[in-house]
């Protein structure tokens, strides 16, 4: 348990520090059902799934190989075309986690390969029940001190006061998502008090919200690209503050700015396939924090 | 804490025809004991002979006598109810008991205390006597809530008496915190963290904190360890903190949790126990959050928490909106409307008010009472002084205790050994314990929240012509005649915080010569010259560390410095502690305050913002502040940084028409979640001329004209003040300062 030897950095209160911390990760595998039928705003190339595939494979070398994770990984579901994006059906801080009921009916039955994958953690799994709830955790940024929950077309005011149940000890504040899928696709934490947002002018409007919202002061790493700031913020043991961000082949002018943290270990992560059908880094993995066996 | 104008000054009638028995109540004298038959008979002579009296004299009162009335016979049923007890004492005390009541004060640890106090004692009294009771010095934390007739919390105020505020209501309290310090580790005592932590297992319990499983466990560990000491394999066997309670809804599981962690704990002292639980306690997202239940300009229940940041607004659990302090420029309310004014944003050019509605006037005045408790505490450097004058419409009520600023500061100068004292068994926090549960029993009738809404008196003026004063910050509908137009501003305005300065200084000494708080008194001359920091090494946050070489004064200054900062934004203190010497220099220019009707004589101000701007350059992100001539004039202008503000403001001294201009015209429509939207157009008026011109006369005219412009539309406030010519050189200042 968090929070026993130190107070200050103590476990269940709310202790911002802990953010990154990470011994788990939970991933999926993508069906091939995704090119044709994984749900998208618009229309636009279609998937290289070959290409996809091996993203992914690196993608989840990086977690297992690169930073010592143990990573679960779910196979992939026909009937499922989104089931790689398995952020959208968990949400776990500390020791408990929140299967969500994504606002997509089609995507459903994703949480039942995620339930049990999360029990066979021993984490405390609480359920979305309530059918008149909705909750995708891409609309869920934890910042370590509190919760901001997007409120978007895939999800509820329901879904968000179901989140606050869950986690009681943190604020959950809601804020508008205007024109984007997710409230992650333009912002995400990239390191403890720092928050990565993207440029567009929807972007910037939420993270004022956000500000005014908070109790805290974050700083912000602004990006050009809205997409490219959603990364992964790791802290592992021995390696420090990990950063996973979008290939400068991708973003250039945001990997630019990535760059410019110097603290940070920097992977950069090819994403061009899933981005296609609005998958961006962190929603292809849960990640989870064991301290100690229950 | 209803305190309203009319019953008030009834009050004082009565006792202003009893003076007599007013001497009998504070004698010590046993001569008094002789004028009646014996104590009890006496007592209630006295309660026969007021009764009428006071009847009589409220009917010559406001229409709000009925209720005074029933104050009365209640409280001879109260004296009645209290004669057993009063027996029992020794005869000595005889004298006393003429007139005093018995006082039972639940306390933190839910045991009963019992005092006796003189029927006309003020708040203080109990609370002195209670905190005395309790060992404690840090008391500015704490208060006493007492139960209004509708089963309302509301705080006792140290300032009124204590009779006045329960009315009809039992002589029954109740000690709790009522600021939460933000860093509980602040503290210098072990004591008053205990307290702390009695209070949080509380709010615990009761839910009014809601917690995870985990942090549940944390803190009940803590809690154990400090109640328990170490665990003791012979000692603690089975299930030995069941008779304990942690949760709302205390399971097994949590129990073996807690065991489990209380065995890592060994050599834990008490002390540092409960400075974990706090530190742990503190993170939580509702902790010092005071709620209260409201609905939006849509009918949509909210609840609208106060806390030491600002005002957070909450859907079910979820916040929609969060207002810190600096954000908002006034508050006030209005029969059951709550309403707050908001600075404007980056982009915003107007400010624009929300509005709530509260279940009734009672809880909306409670809300708006507790802002300004909130606000003054944690943001001030000290309390603002009432507002004085006949003139003044609206509440006079003003937080008089200690600011967070100047408790620290009195609390550095502590110097007792840590008092030993007894922590006792957290067993009685049984659920039934009434305190309230908020989010948790939804069901619940919660402490602020009133299930029937008070019916609605579109005309209560009329009705209560009393209130119409303790009506504060309301919006006048009618503007009859401009001298009785002055508004009340909430004080998050840097305009303000010269003046506060001034007051604090005072307020400051103060405290540290009067025996107010005998502890500083004591050691007030070894210890004043040396830094508060370093009396106290634990006090490390935000008081600045005093340089040891300065007079007294200046260390004094220097917290002061730092909630200045805060109030002013994130800057830090340092640079400003000149600022502070410069305003103690300009003492006289506090004055201006005091002058009736809100008109200010320029030249004296001038003094103040003259000094001030010379060295406050980093507040630069606020032009117009310390620039304008008068106090009101600024506060009305929280705009300024936006060029139309500084047009107004820099056209007063330019404006030499003989005539009457009307100098700008600003719309603001703004919808915000959680509340209202209004549209509000603001108009200057600038009335230029010499002495002879009848301003009073060209106001009303003035409004008059604004009125036939915009027919649907209310005028709803008017600020007045007048300036005298500023001299020559204070004006060629002005202009390029702005």
Request: hydrophobic share 30%.
């Amino acid at each position: 348990m968090a929070g026993l030897s130190s107070s200050s950095s103590g476990g269940g209160g709310g202790g911002g520090w802990s953010l990154g911390r990470c011994s788990h990760a939970v991933v999926r595998a993508l069906p091939e059902s995704l090119r044709q039928h994984a749900l998208r705003i618009e229309k636009g190339q279609e998937v290289d799934f070959a290409r996809a595939e091996r993203e992914h494979q690196l993608y989840v070398a990086v977690l297992k190989s690169k930073l010592g994770l143990q990573v679960l990984e779910l196979p992939a579901d026909e009937s499922l075309p989104d089931c790689v994006f398995v952020e959208d059906v968990a949400v776990v801080c500390e020791e408990t986690a929140l299967i969500t009921r994504p606002g997509a009916p089609s995507r459903r039955k994703e949480v039942d390969a995620m339930k049990k994958a999360l029990e066979s953690l021993n984490l405390n799994i609480i359920e979305m029940t309530d059918e008149n709830a909705t909750l995708d955790g891409g609309d869920v940024l934890f910042t370590g001190r509190e919760f901001f929950v997007g409120l978007s077309k895939r999800t509820n005011q329901r879904g968000a006061e179901i989140l606050a149940d869950t986690f009681k000890d943190y604020a959950v504040s809601t804020v508008p998502v205007y024109d984007s899928l997710h409230l992650k696709s333009f912002c995400s934490m990239a390191g403890p008090n720092l928050i990565a947002i993207g440029s567009t002018e929807a972007a910037q409007k939420t993270l004022k919200t956000m500000q005014q919202m908070s109790d805290h002061r974050y700083d912000k790493l602004t990006v050009p690209d809205d997409a490219a700031a959603n990364c992964i913020y790791l802290n592992i043991p021995g390696k420090g503050h990990v950063l996973l961000h979008r290939a400068p082949e991708e973003y250039p002018e945001s990997a630019k700015v990535f760059e410019k943290l110097k603290d940070h270990m920097l992977i950069p992560i090819t994403n061009t396939e899933m981005e296609k059908v609005d998958g961006l880094l962190t929603c292809r993995s849960v990640l989870i924090n064991k301290t100690s066996e229950l | 804490m209803m305190t309203e104008t009319g019953p008030d000054s009834e009050v004082k009638n009565a006792q202003e025809e009893h003076p007599q028995q007013q001497l009998e109540a504070v004698a010590t004298s046993p001569t008094t004991v002789t004028t009646g038959p014996g104590p009890m008979a006496n007592n209630r002579e006295a309660e026969a002979n007021e009764k009428p009296r006071a009847q009589a004299d409220s009917r010559s009162a406001e229409p709000g006598m009925d209720l005074e009335e029933k104050d009365y016979s209640e409280t001879d049923g109260l004296s009645e109810k209290t004669t057993p007890s009063k027996t029992q004492k020794s005869p000595q005390k005889i004298a006393k008991k003429l007139k005093s009541a018995i006082c039972r004060v639940t306390l933190l640890d839910a045991s009963e205390y019992e005092c006796e106090v003189e029927k006309h004692a003020r708040g203080q009294v109990l609370f002195d006597m209670v905190c005395e009771h309790l060992n404690l010095l840090e008391k500015d934390y704490f208060g006493l809530t007492f139960c209004d007739s509708d089963s309302q919390k509301n705080w006792l105020d140290p300032s009124k008496e204590i009779k006045k505020q329960i009315r009809s209501g039992p002589w029954n309290f109740a000690f709790t915190v009522k600021f939460y310090p933000p860093d509980p580790a602040q503290l210098t005592e072990d004591i008053t963290r205990y307290y702390l932590c009695l209070q949080l297992r509380a709010d615990i319990i009761t839910g009014r904190l809601p917690c995870s499983f985990v942090t549940h466990a944390l803190l009940g560990s803590y809690a154990v360890q400090a109640e328990l000491g170490d665990y003791d394999t012979e000692e603690h066997v089975g299930n030995y903190v069941s008779e304990l309670h942690f949760a709302p809804n205390q399971t097994r599981e949590l129990e073996e949790r807690i065991m489990e962690l209380h065995k890592t704990y060994r050599g834990m002292t008490p002390g540092e126990a409960e400075i974990h639980f706090l530190e742990n306690a503190k993170k939580l997202s509702m902790y010092g959050v005071d709620l209260h239940h409201a609905k939006d300009s849509e009918g949509i229940d909210i609840m609208l928490g106060v806390c030491a940041n600002g005002l957070l607004i909450y859907r079910d659990r979820l916040r929609i909106n969060r207002f810190a302090w600096p954000k908002i420029l006034k508050i006030s309310y209005k029969r059951s409307n709550f309403y707050i004014k908001i600075r404007p944003g980056e982009y915003e050019q107007f400010e624009s008010t929300i509005g709530f509605k509260l279940p009734n006037h009672r809880s909306a005045k409670r809300l708006w009472k507790v802002c300004i408790e909130h606000h003054t505490f944690f943001r001030l450097v000290s309390p603002e002084p009432p507002p004085k004058g006949f003139l003044v419409m609206g509440s006079k009520f003003r937080y008089s205790g200690r600011t967070q600023a100047q408790t620290r500061q009195a609390s550095a100068l502590i110097d007792r050994p840590a008092p030993f004292f007894k922590r006792s068994s957290s067993k009685r926090y049984t659920m039934s314990r009434s305190l309230d549960g908020e989010f948790s029993r939804p069901a619940s009738v919660s402490e602020n929240h009133n299930g029937g809404v008070e019916s609605e008196r579109r005309d209560e003026d009329g009705e209560y012509s009393g209130w119409q004063r303790s009506e504060a910050e309301d919006e006048f509908e009618e503007v009859t005649t401009p001298t009785k137009i002055k508004e009340l501003k909430f004080l998050d305005k840097p305009e303000d915080v010269l003046l506060k300065h001034q007051a604090s200084i005072n307020e400051l000494k103060r405290t540290l010569k009067e025996p107010n708080s005998k502890l500083v008194h004591r050691d007030r001359d070894r210890r004043l010259p040396s830094s508060p920091a370093s009396s106290s090494p634990k006090n490390e946050d935000e008081t600045p560390k005093g340089t040891p070489e300065k007079a007294s004064e200046s260390s004094v200054l220097k917290p002061e410095a730092a909630t200045d900062s805060s109030v002013a934004g994130t800057k830090k203190a340092e640079p400003e502690v000149f600022v502070h010497h410069r305003v103690t220099t300009a003492e006289t220019t506090q004055v201006d305050r005091d002058t009736t009707g809100g008109k200010e004589t320029t030249a004296m101000s001038h003094i103040v913002t003259t000094e001030s701007i010379s060295v406050t350059s980093d507040h630069s992100t606020k032009p117009g502040k310390g620039m304008s001539p008068a106090t009101e004039l600024r506060s009305t202008s929280p705009i300024s940084s936006s060029s139309s503000g500084k047009e107004i403001l820099t056209s007063l001294f330019g404006a030499t028409a003989e005539t009457l201009s009307t100098s700008t015209t600003t719309h603001v429509t703004k919808t915000v979640k959680g509340g209202f939207a209004e549209t509000r157009i603001e108009k200057r008026i600038i009335i230029t001329g010499d002495e002879d011109v009848d301003q009073d006369q060209a106001l009303a005219l003035a409004i008059k004209e604004a009125k036939l412009q915009h027919p649907d539309m209310l005028v709803t406030k008017a600020v007045v003040y007048r300036e005298t010519e500023p001299s020559p050189e204070e004006r060629d200042k002005k202009p390029q300062e702005s």
